[in-house]
């Protein structure tokens, strides 16, 4: 899939593969000798060589790890997804940069040892939650009733959700690699250089602060609660820290075997050197957090990983999301009124500019996904220089294979045929449809019924509340007569969107409508409810010439469209 291109991916100029280039001037940094070496691999790779170059280069066969960071905290939440989408798309970009000829893996690692700090406001059973306050996410109980732990229910919700994208990753606990002594040679390491750990972190912090930080939080023994206290004394030889836990008595525990953990920057930089880590990236709110990280990850030897940091998510009220506070729209939310592939397409678009995620955002979302797909399938004009299809946003949101078809109907205009036709389900709507599309069933046209579906309930639970119906005045009124004049003279099962489009410009033309789209609004307000709507002359194909025919009298004539 990835073969094969890339020559176009060193020609792409999308975000995914400027992040890309640089991930790739990394690992040939840090895994190769010299720049002869370098620019050898380099060349192999570049000529589809991919053998050749793996045969002289064994380093190269080391995969690629790629991050993304999840905080079980709360619910997961589109940000928490759109970080995986978005680092897959880097992946997809590296892969077809190198032509394949170095592995890769997305590794998905959950912070589920971090000791639950406050109770979510959007979970029952509060009071569960209250009780097992500072223990590991792991050990607080389910609020749900559902799995063995807070941080277990929270992990299965983002796996669920992850899988349903088909995301190629791979999932890591904290708790589980803090257990196994996955991190306890970097844990030794980070214990005994930790004066320069604190030389980084102490200035960073208040003065209060200051007097009781330490990179290691232990686990109390006598109450599994993770404790925010000094160390007291360090034992580099024994591999142990002392403490005075919760009934003031001195406690030696050892920094390795899930006895500790480390507070969360330093816990970062220790992740990314005890893994290997070679790629993540991170919300603009953390640039001075990943500064800091960066210098402890090389305390420990190891080389901060590349990344870039992108912009926040805002809800309707321009406040960041949070998954505490539940604000902003869930992942069901979403996918509840739109494609998956329109939330893809959301993420890909402009990282680092701030967006709002609200429900406001889905239709246009979903439509511009629609073009660009149509863009990416249509054959360049003859003698027209071929865009870079690498650079098409369809090509990341499906990973190198976007598919040959997408929907003959755009999900605005799906919205106001739902609105028309009063279509309270699909069966409704596919009786407009089939007509429109001879043959098409919800089997045949897969993402046209997941848009139906799509369409009507976000129709009835955001457009339909808001629908304003108003009478025309008198020279709407004559235009709208004169277009059903027109109308009632094309054949009565026209679908020639262009022909009817032509009449309903005629019509508004001949009754003096300047600008145009005072006319489109008339009809938009008058026969939807609404000041905007799609392209009438596509509607009016999709719904009919006689049922278009239908409204316009109805409308004419007095009567509640909104009923």
Not at 424 to 435: A, E, K, T, V
Request: one cysteine or more.
């Amino acid at each position: 899939m990835f073969k094969g291109l890339s020559l176009q991916a060193h020609a792409a100029k999308s975000w995914p593969f400027e992040q890309a280039r640089a991930l790739l001037a990394r690992v040939l940094r840090l895994r190769l000798a010299d720049d002869a070496e370098r620019d050898l691999a380099f060349t192999l790779i570049n000529a589809g060589k991919t053998d050749e170059a793996r045969a002289a280069f064994p380093a190269l066969l080391t995969p690629v790890l790629l991050e993304t960071g999840y905080g079980p905290s709360g619910l997961p939440h589109i940000g928490t997804f759109g970080e995986v989408a978005r680092t897959t798309m880097v992946r997809a970009a590296f892969r077809a940069l190198t032509d394949d000829a170095i592995p890769t893996r997305l590794i998905s690692f959950s912070d589920d040892m971090d000791g639950l700090r406050k109770v979510p406001d959007n979970v029952p059973n509060k009071d569960v939650l209250a009780e097992d306050l500072n223990k590991p996410l792991t050990v607080v109980r389910d609020p749900f009733g559902e799995y063995a732990s807070f941080g277990a229910h929270n992990n299965a919700r983002l796996r669920a959700f992850l899988d349903g994208f088909g995301f190629d990753y791979e999932f890591l606990s904290s708790t589980e690699c803090y257990k196994s002594g996955r991190f306890d040679a970097t844990l030794l390491k980070a214990l005994e250089r930790f004066d320069a750990i604190q030389g980084v972190m102490l200035p960073t912090l208040g003065e209060e602060r200051r007097a009781s930080y330490s990179p290691f939080l232990p686990i109390s023994p006598k109450t599994g609660k993770v404790l925010q206290v000094p160390t007291l004394e360090r034992h580099v030889e024994r591999g142990t820290i002392v403490f005075e836990d919760e009934d003031g008595a001195r406690t030696e525990v050892p920094v390795t075997g899930g006895h500790v953990k480390m507070q969360w920057k330093p816990d970062w930089a220790m992740r990314w050197a005890a893994l290997g880590i070679d790629y993540e990236m991170a919300g603009k709110d953390l640039i001075d957090s990943v500064k800091a990280s960066n210098k402890i990850c090389r305390i420990l030897g190891g080389e901060p990983p590349e990344g870039f940091n992108y912009e926040l998510f805002l809800d309707e009220n321009n406040q960041k999301i949070s998954k505490s506070k539940g604000n902003g729209l869930s992942m069901e939310d979403w996918l509840r009124y739109g494609a998956p592939e329109s939330l893809a397409y959301y993420m890909f678009q402009s990282p680092k500019s701030a967006k709002r995620l609200f429900f406001d955002v889905i239709p246009k979302a979903a439509d511009e996904y629609l073009q660009q797909l149509d863009s990416y399938n249509r054959a360049p004009a003859e003698g027209a220089t071929p865009p870079n299809r690498l650079d098409n946003p369809v090509w990341h949101v499906h990973a190198a294979a976007p598919p040959a078809q997408g929907s003959p109907v755009s999900f605005s205009l799906m919205l106001n045929l739902v609105s028309a036709a009063n279509a309270s389900n699909q069966d409704i709507l596919w009786g407009f449809l089939s007509r429109y599309i001879p043959g098409a069933t919800p089997a045949s046209q897969p993402m046209l019924a997941g848009m139906a579906e799509g369409a009507i309930n976000y129709y009835e639970d955001f457009v339909r509340p808001n629908k304003r119906f108003r009478a025309p005045d008198a020279r709407e009124r004559a235009a709208m007569e004169d277009l059903l004049a027109r109308l009632k003279a094309l054949p009565a099962d026209c679908q020639d969107a262009e022909l009817i489009q032509n009449e309903v410009y005629a019509a508004g033309k001949d009754a003096g409508f300047e600008p145009l789209r005072a006319w489109f609004t008339a009809l938009y307000e008058v026969l939807l409810g609404q000041s905007q709507g799609p392209r009438f002359g596509s509607f009016a194909a999709i719904y009919g010439v006689a049922e278009t025919i239908a409204l316009i009298e109805r409308a004419l004539a007095g009567e509640d469209l909104a009923a």
